[in-house]
């Protein structure tokens, strides 16, 4: 098991480094993003993967953003205009997806990880829009969709699940109690606004007092600009008892694609982790716009002590 080395890291107040953004890297890599080139380019994938965990990231994360089987639904009216019209193969390729991006991460860390112990996350996001709360299903529905998309990447020998852009606190509830119940080792990430608070409006202590009592592993924040983390960041970790991260993203959502900017390069990226790690944060990596550089400037934060 690759996550007992990180967990033992992590309850030993070490510091561990997640990887940066993938889908952003495949189209900063001048490659489109359809179908999230697992089956049609598998080695672009695993290559990014891999000049992540040289970069020095421990945890690498699967290139599995809303791979599941609602958000190939969601094009159609219903059923029967989906079977009128749509791709055949639409009930299983989500699945089928899913698993082939736990494997490339796993081929991956054969290739470029040199013995070093890195994780591989099963990375998924909410199930309906990740800015949307106000989309998502019930729990009851939340909890049987998850149940059957983490089974997949368990099977396919993912390390833990890394439930991230999360918008609420019943439908991470309802995905961490299923990781939980299957065995699974289970980061929660949020992305918050600028007030530091999670899209419903609920505020972190709210989030860790319903997460904490179920078996949470970790409580990170991603997907929102530097300075939005930061206020995150400032209200999660007075409550947080457990190992809490942060991702931010850098440049602007340009939908359905992203822009990138130069206002966070590499050392300046550096400095704003290193602040968080000042704080108390001990996962650190990139969301959208980030790249393999960024995660090597992080890499030096692994070695220096919490307390400079
Ligand atoms: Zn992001």
Partial sequence: MSYQAIGNKLAAGGTVILDGAIGTEILRRNVTWADHQ???????????????????????????????????YNHFRDEVHRRQIGST???????ELLAA???????????AAAGRPVAVAAAITTLEWCF???????????????REIFQVVKDAGADLVLLETLN????????????????????????CDERGRLFT?????????????????AILLNCAPPGDINAGMKELLPHARVATGAYPHIGRFDPPEWMFTDEYPPARYLQVASSWKQMGARILGGCCGTTPEHIAALADLRERPAQA
């Fill in 101 to 111: 991006s736990v494997r490339l991460a796993i081929e991956a860390r054969a290739h």
């Fill in 38 to 72: 697992l089956a049609s380019r598998p080695e672009f994938v695993r290559g990014i993967h891999e000049d992540y965990i040289r970069a020095g990231a421990d945890v690498i994360s699967t290139n599995s953003f809303q791979l599941c089987r609602r958000a190939l």
């Fill in 168 to 191: 609420s606190i019943s439908e991470a509830r309802a995905a961490l109690e299923v990781a939980k119940s299957l065995g699974l080792p289970c980061w929660t990430s949020f992305v």
């Fill in 201 to 217: 409006g609920e505020t972190m202590a709210e989030m860790v007092a319903a997460l904490e009592p179920l078996g949470v592993d």
């Fill in 89 to 95: 193969d639409l009930d299983d390729r989500a699945n």
């Fill in 132 to 146: 949307r709360p106000d989309l998502a299903p019930s729990p009851e529905q939340a909890k049987r969709e998850y």
